[in-house]
C-alpha cells in the first residue's frame, strides 16, 4: 500500500518537473520562462521530496535505524532551502533582465517604465 503511494508522490513531482522543463523550452519570454522554471520545479521537488521522507517514515518504523531519520531530516532541510532560495533567485533574475532592458512579450502597458 505504501509504494504506491510513494509511486504517486513521485509520479506528480515527475510531472511538474517535466511540465516546468517544457514550459522553459516553449514559453516565449524570459519572466514567463522564470515563472514555470520556479513554480513547477518547486513544486515538482517538494513532492519527490515528500516521497522519500515518506519512504524513510516507512523503513524507520520497523528498525528504528538512526539512519532513516537522517535522511528525512536532510530530505526535510532540502524542501526548506528550495522554497526559500528558489524565489528568490526567480526575483534577482527577473529583476535582472528588467534592468537590461527586456521587455516582457506581447507587454502593452509598462508600469515599470522608469522606475527600475
Not at 511540465?19 to 513547477?40: E, M
Not at 526548506?80 to 532592458?101: C, D, E
Given at each position: 500500500?505504501i509504494e504506491?503511494?510513494?509511486?504517486?508522490?513521485?509520479?506528480?513531482?515527475?510531472i511538474?518537473?517535466?511540465?516546468?522543463?517544457v514550459?522553459?523550452?516553449r514559453?516565449?519570454?524570459?519572466?514567463?520562462?522564470?515563472?514555470?522554471a520556479?513554480?513547477?520545479?518547486?513544486?515538482?521537488?517538494?513532492?519527490?521530496?515528500?516521497?522519500?521522507?515518506?519512504?524513510?517514515?516507512?523503513?524507520?518504523?520497523?528498525?528504528?535505524?538512526?539512519?532513516?531519520?537522517?535522511?528525512?531530516?536532510?530530505?526535510?532541510?532540502?524542501v526548506?532551502?528550495?522554497?526559500?532560495?528558489?524565489?528568490?533567485?526567480?526575483h534577482?533574475?527577473?529583476?535582472?533582465a528588467?534592468?537590461?532592458?527586456?521587455?516582457p512579450?506581447?507587454?502593452?502597458?509598462d508600469?515599470?517604465?522608469g522606475?527600475?
Amino acid at each position: 500500500m505504501i509504494e504506491y503511494v510513494i509511486t504517486v508522490f513521485l509520479a506528480i513531482g515527475v510531472i511538474f518537473n517535466f511540465l516546468a522543463s517544457v514550459g522553459i523550452l516553449r514559453f516565449p519570454d524570459v519572466y514567463t520562462r522564470i515563472h514555470a522554471a520556479t513554480k513547477c520545479t518547486t513544486f515538482g521537488t517538494i513532492f519527490i521530496v515528500l516521497a522519500t521522507v515518506v519512504y524513510s517514515i516507512y523503513n524507520w518504523l520497523p528498525t528504528h535505524d538512526p539512519r532513516w531519520v537522517t535522511i528525512g531530516i536532510h530530505s526535510a532541510l532540502v524542501v526548506i532551502f528550495l522554497v526559500l532560495t528558489n524565489p528568490v533567485g526567480a526575483h534577482a533574475i527577473g529583476r535582472a533582465a528588467r534592468k537590461s532592458g527586456i521587455r516582457p512579450y506581447g507587454a502593452v502597458i509598462d508600469e515599470l517604465e522608469g522606475r527600475l
